[in-house]
């Protein structure tokens, strides 16, 4: 459980899965940091960043650019796997005051204020919170100026959205905001700001803590060690690289009807062909006995 | 151990169910059709959008994951409505043979499905401005017969209990002589339509597969005997119905199960009122197939090592032959040559 998290001395990318996390300030971070014992890692020069084995953290500053970049330099040195999870969470404000101070939300649109383009998160997972659409500001806002047509307004959600979906699918990206203020934010002190997301800690970890559990896949057929020995058959048979797709296509869907295949093919590891019609011979020879 | 069971691990209590969530077009948010949708998921959570395509086509969306919380989309579709027939679909000797979509994407999830190549996303979308297609229809109308192929991008006859596109479709043929529609559905959905009669120029067409590959394969769709059943009814109630022994696939014991298929289907069905047979095996554009295999990685039946001929994959041409023809052989048995296309 992420709860229990150490240190963060070990290796970070040896196939445990990772949830990677946003705030746009620190103290925001600040209850996630105390509650998941993350560590500060001093590499990161450009931008905060706070990690143990499963969890990493990056502080993004304030506005949508800031935050595009931020996730951009988090995943570029951190490279993203198909089963790792992505959340930004945060403050935000709203005009309606039937909204509670305190509401947390699940975001499932996200509208850009500037350009009013629209980008929506793939809702897979169940999730305890309410739902809504958080609007993307470029300055901060006060009612009287703005229209509205997310119910919530932040200043990072349309940045972060369109940097993290380069490198994830729609479904690793999540965004939980938190109810601040009515868009009157200079009573908004920072420990305001940690007591509003401490309240919804154990809430959020709880729910990361059962997509990590309940998901997770391996994309690769063949193994390190497998892939090693189909390279070597290769080229000792001196096959071209249309043939050598096609032999690992062959050996991939072997694996997948009946099993192993080492011992159908372990007679070409060593083989070495003295010209390329031998080697056509031989895929000949190996395609009758996969397929 | 085969290498498919060891690479997923999916608690489905984790996802959301199915239309948990219904995006929709502004411009179709008042439409009749959406308010007759919207009654049957009252608990969904509504989002409105400005496009379709804003959801459908975001890129790298994971199509099997989606299969397990499968989002719905309704929509107003403005531009091309009616396609010409594709080539790799049999035209049963229909000249001027077009297929139309008021419907994307599939309640079922098919391992060998092609719209998983086709699409960015599984999600389902419902173009609610169906009166748009039918006057698109009748302007082709106007100037020849129309052969129409209204499922297959979809599956409508799966959906009818929740916005009756099938019956839609029946009643449209019925004021339009020089139309001929065919329905194809892998459903036993026939009773949402058993109340109407039997149209001359409608054939409902049933794909049927054997039960190893509806258990293995069809996820989510009916059993053959739940096929035959929903068959047995429309062949008694007068209405036209083709069978599609299509795709064959190259599994384990395929000759079994296809010879077991087809004996079944006829001593469950009267061959004499069947109106036609298609066969065909496994084939799918090449670019799909790259999609596909990236989509369902662990799929031993779409990482068949396949052939590419002219941009389509199948098996090799003398293993299609012998499968074909091998299913040829014992439909004929049942069924005049004449009445069974390949």
Known sequence: ?291 | MKGRDILQKLNKNLFNPCFSHIYIEKKALNHPNTKKILEHFREAEIIEINHYKDVFSRSNQNYSLQKNSLKLILAVKKEKLIYNGAQVCEDFGNIHFYYTSTMMNCIYDCEYCYLQGMYTTANIVIFVNIEDFFSEVENLLREHSVYLCISYDTDILAFENVIGYGRKWIDFAKKHENLKIEIRTKSANFKAIEDIDAQENVILAWTLSPDKVIKDYENRTPSLKERLLSINRAINKGWKVRLCFDPILYIKGWKENYKDLIETTFTELPGEKIYDVSIGVFRVPKDYLKIMRKQRFNSVILNYPFETVNGVCSYAEQLSENMISYVYEITKKYMPEEKIYI
């Open chain 1, 1 to 291: 459980m992420f709860a229990s998290g150490s240190a963060g001395h070990s290796p970070l990318r040896e196939g445990i899965k990772m949830i990677f996390m946003c705030t746009s300030m620190y103290w925001e971070a600040l209850p996630f940091i105390k509650q998941l014992n993350l560590k500060r890692d001093f590499k990161s020069h450009k931008f905060e960043i706070f990690k143990n084995e499963e969890i990493i953290l990056i502080i993004t500053g304030i506005g949508k650019v800031k935050a595009a970049v931020a996730v951009t330099y988090l995943f570029s040195k951190y490279e993203p796997e198909d089963s790792d999870l992505f959340m930004n969470i945060g403050v935000c404000g709203t005009k309606n005051r039937n909204i509670a101070i305190g509401t947390a939300f699940f975001c499932n649109k996200i509208i850009e204020n500037d350009t009013k383009r629209t980008f929506y998160p793939d809702m897979l997972f169940k999730h305890t919170f309410e739902e809504t659409s958080v609007e993307t500001c470029s300055l901060v806002i006060n009612k009287e100026d703005i229209e509205l047509e997310g119910q919530l307004a932040d200043m990072e959600a349309s940045g972060i959205y369109q940097a993290a979906s380069v490198f994830l699918q729609p479904h690793q990206i999540s965004f939980i905001k938190v109810v601040s203020d009515y868009l009157n934010v200079e009573k908004l002190s920072k420990d305001k700001v940690s007591e509003l997301i401490e309240d919804k800690t154990v809430q959020i970890i709880s729910w990361m803590n059962e997509v990590k559990l309940g998901f997770s896949y391996e994309r690769n057929i063949l193994s390190q060690k497998e892939q090693e020995i189909l390279n070597r058959v290769i080229k000792n048979l001196k096959l071209s690289y249309t043939m050598g797709m096609q032999f690992k296509q062959m050996v991939t869907y072997y694996k997948l009807q009946y099993g192993d295949f080492t011992d159908l093919i372990s007679m070409y590891i060593d083989a070495e062909c003295g010209s390329k019609n031998e080697g056509k011979r031989y895929f000949a020879e190996i395609k009758q006995k996969l397929v």
